[in-house]
């Protein structure tokens, strides 16, 4: 409640976080040991200080999570903390669920758009 009130801070998406502790401990760990801003993240180089990258923070309003701003690299690092799976739908509106069930595997196609399902049990799809 203190970071959104007197800093504007947010978690994007959370109705699909599935480790908010994690989440805010590895955000921590990259504004308090590696003096990153969150929002510029590695597009500059870290600061010198915590000090140094709360000022920044502040100063430029950047108490926030680089996230769905047009770029995937944040995406990917923070996806060990969301799970999205709920949000799947087919063309129908029916929710599409993978099951990873052992028997089962569950491949990106060759063209990226797919989803290829198979069996373990034998070699066919």
Do not use: W
Request: aromatic share 10%.
């Amino acid at each position: 409640v203190h970071m959104h009130k007197m800093h504007g801070f947010f978690i994007p998406d959370i109705e699909y976080l599935k480790d908010p502790k994690g989440l805010l401990t590895y955000l921590g760990l990259k504004v308090k040991r590696d003096f990153l801003c969150l929002y510029c993240n590695e597009r500059c180089h870290p600061f010198s200080s915590l000090e140094a990258v709360r000022k920044h923070m502040e100063a430029k309003s950047h108490c926030k999570v680089r996230y769905g701003d047009g770029g995937d690299d944040e995406e990917v690092e923070l996806e060990e903390f969301y799970d999205y799976s709920s949000s799947y739908m087919d063309e129908d509106g029916k929710q599409l669920v993978a099951v990873n069930d052992g028997a089962n595997s569950v491949e990106l196609g060759s063209g990226g758009v797919e989803l290829v399902i198979r069996s373990r049990s034998n070699s066919g799809v």
